[in-house]
């Protein structure tokens, strides 16, 4: 039970202000709850912020000012409170940026606003239009249910003039209602599908789970199209019948739409959505809605994790092994491993569900902490695709070419069948590197360690670090050589090109992330392209996930090996997943699908390991490679990167570092480095790298901080500490 503090106790209150410590006020009139949401004065100005316990009293009490208000919503409740403590505490974040990422909904305190609804009026309803009585009808059949003009409008499929013509004459009435309205409830048995044998095994033991009451997580595993969604959306059925509320987590935006229509299906009514593509406003909606249990299922961003959950008992995290799950700026989270620590706080339980699991989720059910259920093939007819490699040494291809005479003869068979086929490549842009054939000068970004790449559709060249773009130059930066601007390597641009000569009587569709200017946008392309408004697909890692095209019967990977090179980690497990999940694209349908891997080195494991689709035995061998080297899942890793506009600087602040690490050597860790950065300079900043190794048991956290609390970060020196990194740039 929380506290009750009366006016005029001493209250501790964290804010989103960038403070080390809580801060003691007064409770107001009326006094206040522990976790009570509070404005608060902070110097001249009022902030947010959350009463977090007793005050410590630590300060003249005449001098200690009274809380300002206490906001009219939910307080936080403890089991939020305990989970951003907990979560702050494993990746080294202040309190008080998790409290940010707690209240990403802007005008909490404010009163809520007004829009106008629409009832069935009371007026004779003869002599009307099939417009307006459709709208009629659409409001009697929702019952005591008001709508507002849009969504009216669109539910009767007319325009809001009919709509204003019915409120003129008194059929329908306009009514101001608060905005922050609770969301159309859900109904767990409205459209349930008949699973198949598997599926309806899976869905009963994840049923089970939610049931218990008790926190769990499962690796859902199945190949791509096995029915992993309806299975999932089983375990959503059980939470909602059990009253509590769901979450589930999609790595894309871009994704969404297509899942909010099959929770529409299922459950009668659409969720709740949170992510960067939603309104300021709808955002203040669901916060408010979440947290006083108006909204039963949330689908949305990592950041959703972070939402007032009234009662949480279901977080899935759809395609658990995406990157995009790690946040890397800002507060340096794995949204995978905290849907897990909140779940572990508020009792619920944790899907997560892939066709390529991430090694660590594999490890933990390897070893038992995760429960693990299998769905070994597809639903219905479609057949996982067959996989092949295209030796690129036995190919001929003219110089900037780089499908081969083999893939475009492959495509062609598709494209004379009306079927469809996708190039991939998983670089964006028109080329990667431009150089100047009189000097050789490669043209690099003025900010960052990185060549700029050449975007012909945008015609400028654009950094891929830090976003920094220059018209494309007519003459040589370095030696003032004029038209000796040469492209080299592919990217999607120039792939499209290739394929605009190589097939002319094709389609095209190019989905990369930089060329829609919205969401939106993005949706309708991939939705024409489900009805098979394309030939011929041209993508980037974009189309690896969880699209449904069921035309596509052929994938050409146009650089199998791209992924391989380099020193990362996890570059063998990222291939890996990449080709598998892109291949899974292929012959979702009745049509079996193939796809083919164009690469220099078929004998290399991963790429045999790809297409022989052992999947146990590469995780097996890649675990035991990282056993024996100690490394995630079997050890820890945190990575520091230290940045200055000063070369100098970082340098020696990461020299010093390496030699004070008795913290650190205490609990047996080593500390590697420093060296520059993969991409050593980015926005200006030089950047150097420190990786610190632990053994698993290790408390590295604490450890971390004492060794890293040594050191005064002055002038323009910036440390972020990346506990688990994914990547290591
Ligand atoms: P995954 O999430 O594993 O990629 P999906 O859940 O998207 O797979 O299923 C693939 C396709 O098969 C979807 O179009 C889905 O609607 C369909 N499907 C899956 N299970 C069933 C079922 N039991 N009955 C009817 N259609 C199903
Ligand atoms: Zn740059």
Known sequence: ????????????????????????????????????????????????????????????????????????????????????????????????????????APGLGEAPSMRKIYRLGDVERERMTDARRRVLEVLSEMGGLSLTQGELADAAGVTPSVIKGLAKMGA????????????????????????????????????????????????????????KTEVYLEAVAECLAQGRQALVLLPEIALTSEFLT????????????????????????????????????????????????RDLGLAVVDEEHDTSYKQDEGVLYNARDMAVLRASICSGRVVLASATPSLESWANADAGKYQRLDLVSRFGASVMPEMRSLDMRAETLPSNRWVSPSLQSEVLARIERDEQAMLFLNRRGYAPVTICRACGHQIGCPHCDARMVEH???????????????????????CEAEDKLAAVGPGVERLAEEAAELFPQARLAVLSSDLFGSARALKEEIEKIASGGADIVIGTQLVAKGHNFPLLTLVGVIDADLGLQGSDLRAAERTFQLMRQVAGRAGRAEKPGVALLQT?????????????????GFWQAEAEERRAAGMPPYGRLAGVILSSTEAQEVFDLGNAMARQDAPLRRIGAQVYGPAPAPIAKVRGRHRVRLLVKAPKGAALQPALADWAGQFRLRGELRMAIDIDPQSFF
């Not at 306009?174 to 309806?200: H, N, S």
């Not at 299906?265 to 909606?285: D, I, L, M």
């Open 600 to 616: 220099y080195q078929p004998e290399h494991p991963v790429i045999r390991a790809i297409l022989s689709g052992d999947e146990e």
């Open 262 to 309: 099959r929770v529409e299906a299922r459950f009668g009514a659409k969720p709740a959505e949170w992510h960067s593509g939603v309104t300021v406003t709808e955002r203040r909606r669901v916060w408010k809605q979440v947290a006083q249990g108006g909204a039963q299922l949330v689908v949305g961003a990592r950041s959703a994790l972070f939402l007032p959950f």
């Open 172 to 227: 329908v009435r306009e009514e101001e209602a608060p905005r922050d309205t609770a969301f159309p409830r859900l109904d767990p048995d409205y459209g349930g599908k008949a699973l198949a044998e598997d599926q309806a095994a899976a869905a009963q033991s994840l049923r089970e789970g939610v049931a218990s009451g008790h926190y769990g997580t499962v690796l859902l595993k199945g190949v791509t199209g096995s029915g």
């Open 456 to 478: 012909r559709f945008l015609q400028r060249l654009v950094c891929h670090q830090c976003g920094e773009t220059v018209p494309k130059p007519e003459v040589c930066p370095s």
């Open 1 to 104: 039970m929380d506290a009750f503090y009366d006016e005029g106790t001493l209250v501790a209150v964290l804010t989103t202000q960038p403070l080390d410590r809580l801060l003691d006020y007064k409770a107001p009139e009326g006094g206040c709850w522990e976790g009570a949401f509070v404005e608060v004065p902070l110097g001249p100005r009022k902030v947010l912020g959350v009463v977090w316990g007793p005050g410590r009293g630590d300060f003249d009490y005449a001098k200690v000012r009274p809380v300002t208000r206490v906001l009219d919503v939910v307080p936080m409740r403890a089991e939020l409170r305990s989970f951003l403590e907990r979560a702050g505490e494993y990746t080294l974040t202040p309190l008080t940026a998790m409290l940010r990422l707690a209240t990403r």
